[in-house]
């Protein structure tokens, strides 16, 4: 069964350093999107990217962020300058067409010391 | 942003019986609702979705009830099985304006099934 991979598992990174989460989303899925969810509060969505484009973006999203899909299978999410509070749960998710499921990744771990 | 709660941090339920898990939202351009379960330090795994064009959809034991009136979702699941024991997070998305389908998650309910 397809499914969408994600690297590292875990990242340990010291503030103020960049950091680079890859996502492989399903082959045939046309709608990429970021999520993250802080320990023991809610998953919250980032950054969402159709055609080639940032389609949306939360308030989170700051300039500190940037999303690429370089080769036309990976996506990936850089944050610039890491912060203590960007530690968290961040998940890819894509998904085929608009109003259908999301298939979520297993997850990257960023703990930022 | 509390556009979509779930107000029962957790339910623990008998192995066997049915399990309940309720979530309210307040955005009316919501128009597809979708329930996940998550296992600690593992992403989301979707289980299963509802369009507001109905009211109830199945897929074995799991059902999904939506209430458009009311503003509320419910999902069932019957028997409840240990192996259920997770969290379950519902969402929601909208078609419309400049969404592209970005999911807004309810906090989670912990669902213990004992045996």
């Known amino acids: 069964e397809p499914e969408v991979t994600q690297t590292p598992s875990h990242q340990v990174t010291q503030m103020g350093q960049e950091v680079i989460l890859r996502c492989v989303p399903i082959?045939?899925?046309?709608?990429f999107y970021w999520y993250r969810q802080i320990l023991g509060q809610k998953v919250e969505f980032l950054v969402s990217?159709?055609?080639?484009?940032?389609?949306?973006k939360s308030e989170i999203f700051d300039d500190q962020f940037s999303v690429e899909r370089p080769d036309g299978s990976n996506f990936t999410l850089k944050i610039r300058s890491t912060k203590l509070e960007d530690s968290a749960m961040y998940f890819c998710a894509s998904k085929v067409v608009m109003n259908t499921e999301a298939f979520f990744g297993q997850g990257t771990r960023l703990t930022v010391v | 942003d509390q556009q979509v709660k779930q107000n029962s941090p957790s339910l623990s339920v008998q192995e066997g019986r049915i399990s309940i898990l309720n979530c309210d939202y307040t955005n009316s351009m919501f128009d597809y609702f979708l329930w996940y379960k998550k296992y600690p330090a593992e992403g989301p795994t979707f289980l299963i979705s509802i369009s507001s064009i109905k009211d109830k959809n199945e897929d074995g034991r799991f059902t999904v009830f939506l209430n458009k009136s009311a503003k509320h979702l419910s999902l069932h699941i019957v028997p409840s099985q240990p192996g259920d024991s997770a969290v379950y997070f519902c969402?929601?998305?909208?078609?419309?304006?400049?969404?592209?389908?970005?999911?807004?998650f309810g906090q989670g309910t912990i669902l213990t099934v004992h045996p």
């Open positions: 082959s045939n899925h046309l709608y």
């Open positions: 990217f159709y055609n080639n484009e940032i389609s949306e």
């Open positions: 969402a929601a998305s909208s078609a419309g304006g400049t969404s592209y389908g970005k999911l807004t």
